[in-house]
């Protein structure tokens, strides 16, 4: 009986089951999905293949159940880098995992929670020891929790749209981090539908409306992108000497499926 209860303690030891199976920083189950069923359209934005993720949802679901297993302890012995890597693709794949509850039955994300509801107000999953929805993830841990003052988060989490930023066909990792965010930012002010000089006007999206309060200099922020957001050497000399009048482009809801 002692040798027989000495194996099952060696076998739940191994497998992971006696103590919490260690986290896995470079989010392989999410990644795979993302190469799978998101691509690249023009190299600024992205196309979701919901209907192929829908097909595929059991390896999404494991993925945000390994998710929601992480307790506070061990997300505040991570890293930073590791941390807000875990927010952001805990963030995107619930997004993903949202739009499939309704599915293929929406042409927005905003049409989630009626009339009267806010898509980023459901509360549908748990994360970090409590019940949370979207905005939770995105204003309170990430923006409210004063850790990370990282304004390319807005180039990160995304909404499931045609207006947001593009969700990138990878898993965020924390070595890569800063890498990604930076190549991300380059790709959407890259995006001439979205963000773009012309006429002395500079047009950029209204998430630099909504949360200028977190950039620290927007007007430099443009001018070391002229690059992407103007065509000619002088229209990007106006760009990098602010020599424009800003202007915001209208939002664009509509749903980023591949079909």
């Known amino acids: 009986m002692r040798a027989a209860r000495f194996v099952i303690v060696l076998f739940l030891l191994g497998s992971g089951l006696a103590q919490g199976a260690e986290f896995d920083h470079r989010h392989t189950a999410w990644q795979a999905l993302l190469q799978k069923h998101v691509s690249w359209v023009g ?20 993925y945000t159940a390994s998710l929601q297993q992480v307790t506070r302890v061990e997300f505040d012995a991570w890293s930073q880098a590791q941390q807000l890597a875990f927010l952001i693709n805990a963030y995107n794949a619930f997004t993903v995992q949202l739009i499939l509850t309704k599915y293929p039955a929406l042409d927005s994300i905003k049409q989630i929670g009626g009339w009267f509801g806010n898509p980023w107000k459901q509360t549908f999953f748990s994360l970090l020891g409590e019940r949370r929805h979207l905005d939770a993830v995105e ?33 965020f990792v924390a070595e890569s981090l800063d890498a990604q965010l930076t190549d991300s930012m380059r790709r959407f002010l890259a995006d001439r539908s979205r963000n773009h000089y012309k006429n002395g006007v500079l047009r950029v999206s209204k998430i630099f409306d909504w949360y200028s309060g ?12 002229a690059e992407q957001l103007a065509g000619s050497s002088i229209e990007r000399q106006r760009v990098r000497t602010g020599a424009y009048k800003l202007a915001y482009s209208d939002y664009d809801w509509s749903l980023n499926d591949r079909r």
């Open 43 to 62: 190299g600024a934005a992205t196309q979701v293949d919901y209907a192929a993720v829908q097909a595929d949802r059991a390896a999404l679901d494991g």
């Open 139 to 171: 204003h309170e841990l990430i923006r409210g929790s004063g850790r990370y003052n990282e304004p390319r988060i807005h180039v990160a989490v995304v909404c499931a749209s045609i207006g947001c930023p593009a969700l990138r066909p990878e898993a």
């Open 214 to 225: 977190d950039f620290p200099d927007l007007a430099a922020l443009f001018a070391a992108h």
